[in-house]
């Protein structure tokens, strides 16, 4: 069997794709983008919930928040030693997402302007990222599946807590309501724009579909989230913001409006309300720590000249 | 107010504020490993202010947890003026949490001797946490100042913007001299020749010098505080401040 034949029957027996087996570059290349991309999002993630960890309104609640926040850094680690394994170097990774070359989820160009948001951010937009991650524990590359694991894991905790402030605010003051209402309503259109474009414009789908690094479609996916949401919804007394909205007995599943795709588009191409924001603080933390990246190496290499010295005297 | 609710409220308001500063760093690190590690940190202190202002609550017999961090005002805090101190830049971050980490463990060994049974057990399980973060600002005090010239020059310029601050921690206050009397504790100068020796071995390690006047700026443990506190405060309290009583 050619290297391309053993490959293809390995996606289609479902065993894994390691490190050290022979790949097709075009996969490679699929899948550096995928997880890099991934990890930014992780990254970049942490900016807008990091917003309200010294406003949290109870103590509990900033050390759950800030327990949040870390785990977010710690999927960014497992998701570029997971690319890195593919040949990419983090440092280049890196370099990519702060030049603006590299792509992360467009969900965290948008603010967070109230408590609220935290809340809503668990439950819809941590919703939506297990739906899409999920199926990515069982993807045919094995160090990103294996690093998947753990993410989800974590992750349906966020949703857990994100679901609970929810519930807090919604079982609260008219105040409280009004303001979880407020942030649905900002949040909920950006949320269904995170599955990607309709399948009849994702570039990717294909090929990702044919390799199993993807197992279900961007509008499979989407429909599924709406489906599972709205009764969570209307069990906190939220109204979700689709005039549209509607049970559909023969499809078993929920009609929805169509997402805006022009703001979906604007937002990519980085007109977002917070893109140059985001960009920002990640090159500002990047830049001030450049001496101090400077400074532990250069500790690092004094101490292993030291050490080689006193091993030979 | 006792003095064991004062001191227990100095406790918590200590965590609680050089945490509140850590948490500042979230999502703004220089490398996602120290992200965490000092995410880490934050989280052991707001944890340790959690357990002390639940102690002081029960002490208290009428405000709750939230209540004392949330809805006590500038001149109510009691917290080290050292801790209230802007982040600034990572040396600076740093030489500020070096100081206190190396005081803070000296003073929860104390408490492991406490008569006082909430003392000793918040202790027992907070020391574990601070022997790490005495760990985790050594090393980074050594490696910035035997690291390169620019980084030298930066933690020393730290060291000697922070120093002034740290004399506060080994002067007893009203409160701990109360209990000092009754043996609850012991004088915090008790241990000052200790933290003179740590922080000196570590500072020739890291090729830094130890300024050589006496520090003598105090007042936090009073409710006498820096500019800084009230915006800190105003920050944190915002929420709570806006819509009052609620439950989150």
Request: charged share 5%.
């Given at each position: 069997m050619t290297n391309e034949e053993i490959f293809e029957k390995k996606i289609q027996d479902e065993v894994r794709i390691e490190p050290k087996d022979w790949m097709p570059e075009a996969y490679r290349k699929t899948l550096i983008r995928q997880i890099s991309q991934h990890a930014h999002s992780e990254v970049v993630g942490m900016l807008p919930e990091a917003n309200w960890i010294t406003r949290a309104p109870t103590l509990r609640r900033k050390a759950t928040l800030l327990a949040k926040v870390q785990d977010e850094a710690g999927h960014g680690l497992y998701l570029y030693s997971a690319m890195e394994t593919l040949g990419m170097p983090r440092s280049q990774a890196i370099d990519d997402l702060l030049s603006g070359k590299a792509k992360y989820s467009s969900i965290f160009n948008y603010p967070t302007l109230s408590w609220a948001d935290m809340g809503t951010i668990g439950w819809l937009v941590d919703g939506a990222a297990i739906l899409n991650q999920v199926p990515l524990c069982r993807t045919s590359y094995g160090p990103y599946a294996r690093a998947m694991v753990r993410v989800c894991k974590e992750e349906s905790f966020h949703q857990r807590q994100g679901f609970e402030i929810m519930q807090s605010l919604c079982e609260g003051s008219a105040d409280q309501k009004a303001m979880a209402q407020d942030a649905i309503n900002r949040w909920w259109w950006p949320t269904l724009m995170?599955?990607?474009?309709r399948d009849a414009e994702s570039g990717n789908t294909e090929l990702s579909m044919k390799w199993r690094i993807k197992r279900f479609t961007n509008d499979e996916l989407r429909q599924k989230f709406v489906d599972m949401m709205v009764p969570q919804a209307q069990f906190l007394g939220l109204t979700i913001p689709d005039e549209k909205l509607k049970w559909n007995a023969d499809k078993n599943g929920y009609d929805f409006g169509d997402v805006d795709w022009d703001e979906f588009w604007k937002v990519v191409k980085g007109?977002?309300?917070?893109n140059k924001q985001r960009l920002e603080a990640r090159n500002k933390a990047h830049d001030q720590g450049a001496w101090v990246r400077e400074a532990a190496a250069a500790y690092a290499e004094k101490r292993a000249k030291r050490e080689k010295i006193g091993a030979s005297a | 107010m006792n003095a064991l609710t004062d001191y227990t409220l100095h406790l918590a308001d200590n965590q609680l504020i050089l945490g509140q500063r850590l948490c500042e760093w979230c999502g703004h690190n220089f490398v996602l490993e120290q992200d965490i590690a000092m995410s880490n940190i934050a989280l052991d202190l707001i944890g340790q202010a959690r357990s002390y202002y639940q102690y002081a609550s029960k002490l208290d017999g009428k405000k709750s947890e939230d209540d004392l961090a949330m809805l006590r005002g500038e001149r109510e805090y009691k917290n080290l003026l050292l801790l209230e101190q802007p982040n600034g830049d990572f040396a600076n971050t740093l030489a500020r949490q070096f100081f206190y980490d190396v005081f803070h463990l000296f003073q929860l060994e104390d408490h492991l001797k406490s008569s006082d049974e909430s003392l000793r057990a918040i202790a027992e399980k907070a020391v574990k946490e601070v022997r790490y973060h005495v760990t985790w600002s050594s090393e980074w005090m050594i490696r910035l100042g035997d690291g390169t010239t620019e980084s030298h020059a930066r933690l020393q310029h730290a060291v000697n913007k922070i120093w002034m601050w740290t004399g506060e921690m080994f002067e007893a206050s009203a409160f701990e001299k109360d209990l000092i009397e009754k043996k609850i504790?012991?004088?915090?100068k008790d241990f000052k020749l200790s933290w003179d020796q740590k922080i000196q071995e570590i500072l020739t390690e890291a090729t830094l010098k130890l300024p050589l006047e006496e520090p003598y700026q105090h007042g936090g443990k009073d409710?006498?505080?820096?500019?800084h506190l009230g915006y800190i405060l105003a920050e944190m309290q915002s929420l709570q401040r806006t819509y009052p009583g609620l439950a989150w």
């Open positions: 995170m599955f990607g474009p007109q977002g309300p917070c | 504790i012991s004088n915090p409710g006498l505080h820096t500019e």
